[in-house]
Structure formats: structure tokens, C-alpha cells
């Protein structure tokens, strides 16, 4: 074919303008195959069954992506159902990409079915469950078949027991049985939880013994009681006496900091905390028995050498064990500081005890941090107030859903996600349009269409006409700009 020089198509063809036309195609490629990248969600809908029944509302599906929990499904909710009854079915979304399994539990116990290839699309899937029986470790009461998950003193697992026993580390405890947890605790199992006791002495052998007394002094034995004392050289009215409790102690004092401020100078000032009991003749601070309001943690004698009338405020930090709050039932929120006072018509006191302003600073994996201001000092005891009549508290960062458990609020601006407490979401998934099922489709498994699925950043999608398209255009644009830059020469 004939090319004149300075045409549409020698310049088309000249080294340069075929060089820039390939970057633009290549970086129009790039863009193209980069946009719609990254996790798109499955879904898995069915039945399920737990020891054969199809009774089954309120239990909890778990999906996990390759051992990891992905997501979470509560069965009968979370969809519209359009075949009359599907209180025993569940709805779930897992995102997931290519080459990855998705296995499942129902109520913390793995079901009878197979891992899944993850893919996206629907799966039907029916599951099958049967409970766990005693001595099985678990997660939820409904995932044994005495229905009950008994949480260890530890907070380190749950087994499946008898409603009225205990578990710790597998072994199973009746109820009135009991086991040492420390060389000074002793946990006694009643009615089902978890109960701890701080020997004067010792424990040993699943009992509290008295220790006996060295030297030369006669007499009854002396009890093992930790005590603390802390010197501050100088407090004043803009800097209190602050006595911090070394680590070797906190665990039995369960006191982290006392902060004393004054109302005068105070010199060389002493600070003593001291493991104590219950004052003699004392009414309890809060009841404790099996229907009581809640339970008493631990009591503390804290004393100084500062008289009264020159303490302004006293600030207390102390901690509580996950466990014992666990073990006993007891509402995070509801934990509190007592101060005593032998003078029972004081204002604001009842049977002796007043319940200080107390403040939750933080928590760990293991203990929950609190701290209390009281007018002065005397014996004090930590107390928590039980949580819901039948319900243990949340072991979680939240509950919302779960019928075991009464949960916890999660703060402005966020929300109960897959037990986490996630930043609330300003994006409205879009509503998903319901399938047609077709009459083997509904012996086998319904069609439900999700009202509000969890929130899935979903990949951008573009028909690849399109997609051809623009490049074309741009490679025009290109050719008419050169075009343009560099005139044919008559």
C-alpha cells in the first residue's frame, strides 16, 4: 500500500507515535485489570439441625475462612423469609477470594459438613450439629447437651458439665467440691459457678489451713496476711501522697495506687495497705447468697499516719480477675468500692457499708481496672452486683444477640459486630433483590434475601466494551494531538 509522506497514516506510523500509543494502551490495561481486585462475598443459606431437631431459633452459625472466624449469622434472623416458616434457617455472607475454605459451627461445636471451596456465588448448604456431652470444652451453653458451659475459674476455657457442677481444666467438680487456685484461694464449686475464698493462711489439699507461728513467742498460731507500706517524703495540697503497690503484691491485695490528698503539708508519710476480712460483727456489703445480689471480691485494711481531719480525698485503684467475675456471675458495670464505718447511722451508709463513686479505667485479657474516691480511710471492700437473673457476663468485647449473655455497650459511635465492637459503618449496603425459588429449591433449601447484610466493599465491575472503548478514544486523542503538534508540510 502507497503511504505519502506527511499523511494521517505515516505519522501514525512513525517510531515515536507508536511508542506513545503503547504506554497509553499498557497504562489503560493496568488501571482496567487493577479496578475490581479483592474480597467479594459468598453466600451460604440452609437449614440446621441440632441433635436431629430442627428447633432451632436464636442459635449462632460461625463461618470461618481457613480456620479464621470470617463471619457470624444468627439462625431465624437477619433475612426475609419467603416460604412461611424459617425459624430454623440460617443466612450468612463470608467474603473470601479463590483457593480459600469455609467451615462452620453452630453454637461453638463443628457441624457434620465438609469444608467448602469458597466461591461467589450462593451455596445451599443444610447443617448438622450435635451437642458436645461433659467434658467437652465449648462455648456456649446451648453447644452442650446438659446446657451448660461452665466457665473455669481461670478464665482460661469452659467445659460442658451438669447444671449444679463446676469445671476447671477439664475436670469436672460437683457442686460443694472444692479446689485450691493459688497457695492462698480457695474456689468452691455452688450451684453451678465458681466461688473464691482468701485463706487467712494457707491452701492445700482443697482446704484452707492455718499457718503456724515461728520464734520464740507462745500462743495461738499467726495467720499469713500481705501487707505494703510505702514512705512519701512530702505531700501537699497540689501533690497528694501516692503509694504504689509493687507487682509481687498486687495480686493479693488487688490494689494498684492509693492517692491521698491533703489539706496541709504532710512530712515522711506512711501508706499501709493490708490484706483484711470482714469486720467483726459486720453485715455483709452485698448479700451472697445462691439468689443474692452479688458477691463480695476482697477486703482491704488501707491506714496512714495522717491524721482525718488533714485528708481532703482519698483515690483508690484496684483491679478484679475476669475470672472470679465470670465464675460469679457479676456485671462488669456493677462493681464497686465499700468503705466501712462502725458509725452505721453515718449518711449515706447501710449495715455500715457506703458504696463509693467507682469509675472502670481499662481492662486486659485477665483483669478488669477500676478506680474509687472515698472521704477517708478505713477497711474497704470490692464488690460486684450480679448481671441478669440466668445470664452470665459477656466474656467478650460485646454480646448483642446472644442469649447467654448479658452485653455490654460498646460506646458512641460504635456497634456490636461478630462479638467485636466495631466503628459504626456511614455506608448503606445496597438492598439485595430476593431469587424466585423454584419448588426443588425449597424442599432443599429456602431462598432469602438479606435485609441488611454486613457491610462488603465490593469490587467495581466494567464491561469490558467499555472498557475498550475509552482506550480507543484515548488513543484517538493522542494521534490528534501529535497530529495537531506537528502539521504536514505542504
Known amino acids: 500500500m502507497d503511504i505519502k509522506k506527511g499523511s494521517f497514516l505515516s505519522l501514525f506510523f512513525q517510531k515515536r507515535v507508536l511508542i506513545v500509543v503503547f504506554l497509553v494502551f499498557a497504562l ?32 449462632v452459625v460461625d463461618a470461618y475462612l481457613d480456620g479464621t472466624l470470617a463471619s457470624s449469622a444468627t439462625v431465624g434472623s437477619g433475612f ?10 440460617y443466612l450468612i455472607h463470608v467474603a473470601g477470594s479463590n483457593g480459600t475454605n469455609v467451615t462452620f459451627k453452630v ?7 465438609s469444608a467448602q471451596a469458597w466461591s461467589a456465588s450462593r451455596h445451599p448448604l443444610n447443617l448438622n450439629m450435635t451437642t458436645l456431652a461433659a467434658g467437652n470444652a465449648c462455648s456456649y451453653n446451648r453447644g ?9 475459674f481461670d478464665g482460661a476455657g469452659a467445659w460442658c458439665v451438669a447444671s449444679t457442677s463446676c469445671a476447671h481444666d477439664s475436670t469436672t467438680y460437683t457442686n460443694t467440691q472444692t479446689v485450691c487456685s493459688s497457695t492462698t484461694v480457695l474456689q468452691t464449686c455452688s450451684s453451678g459457678t465458681w466461688s473464691s475464698t482468701t485463706c487467712t493462711g494457707s491452701c492445700s489439699a482443697g482446704a484452707c489451713v492455718s499457718t503456724g507461728s515461728s520464734g520464740t513467742s507462745s500462743g495461738g498460731g499467726a495467720s499469713s496476711v500481705v501487707s505494703e507500706t510505702k514512705t512519701i517524703t512530702q505531700a501537699t495540697e497540689t501533690a497528694p501522697a501516692t503509694a504504689v503497690i509493687s507487682e509481687a503484691n498486687r495480686d493479693e491485695l488487688k490494689i494498684q495506687e492509693v492517692s491521698i490528698a491533703v489539706t496541709t503539708t504532710q512530712t515522711n508519710v506512711q501508706v499501709i495497705v493490708k490484706e483484711s476480712s470482714k469486720p467483726a460483727g459486720a453485715a455483709d456489703p452485698v448479700t451472697t447468697t445462691s439468689s443474692g445480689a452479688g458477691n463480695n471480691y476482697k477486703y482491704i485494711d488501707i491506714s496512714s499516719n495522717i491524721q482525718s481531719s488533714n485528708i481532703k480525698n482519698v483515690k483508690i485503684k484496684f483491679e478484679v480477675a475476669k475470672s472470679w467475675i465470670t465464675a460469679n456471675n457479676i456485671d462488669q458495670s456493677k462493681i464497686y468500692l465499700m468503705r466501712y464505718s462502725a458509725n452505721s447511722q453515718q449518711a449515706g451508709y447501710n449495715n455500715g457499708w457506703a458504696k463509693l463513686g467507682t469509675t472502670k479505667l481499662s481492662e486486659n485479657s485477665t483483669h478488669v481496672f477500676y478506680e474509687a474516691e472515698s472521704p477517708g480511710l478505713s477497711t474497704f471492700a470490692i464488690t460486684g452486683e450480679k448481671a441478669a437473673t440466668g445470664k452470665l457476663a459477656c466474656i467478650f468485647d460485646c454480646c448483642a444477640g446472644e442469649a447467654d449473655y448479658t452485653d455490654k455497650a460498646c460506646g458512641t459511635g460504635y456497634e456490636c459486630k461478630e462479638r467485636k465492637c466495631a466503628a459504626i459503618s456511614s455506608t448503606i449496603p445496597p438492598t439485595t433483590i430476593p431469587e424466585t425459588p ?28 467499555y472498557v475498550y472503548g475509552v482506550i480507543f478514544i484515548i488513543i484517538l ?14
Open 28 to 59: 489503560s490495561v493496568s488501571v482496567v485489570s487493577a479496578v475490581g481486585t479483592g474480597d467479594i462475598p459468598g453466600r451460604w443459606d440452609g437449614t440446621v439441625t441440632i441433635d436431629e431437631s430442627n428447633l432451632t431459633s436464636t442459635a
Open 144 to 152: 452442650c447437651n446438659s446446657s451448660y458451659c461452665s466457665s473455669d
Open 477 to 490: 486523542a493522542v494521534l490528534a494531538w501529535w497530529y495537531y503538534k506537528h502539521p504536514t508540510k505542504k
Open 438 to 465: 423454584t419448588p426443588s429449591q425449597q424442599s432443599e433449601s429456602p431462598v432469602i434475601a438479606p435485609e441488611a447484610p454486613a457491610p462488603v466493599e465490593k469490587p467495581l465491575k466494567i464491561p469490558m466494551e
Open 80 to 89: 426475609t423469609c419467603e416460604i412461611g416458616n424459617c425459624s430454623n434457617y
Open 107 to 113: 453454637n461453638g461445636v463443628n457441624v457434620s459438613q
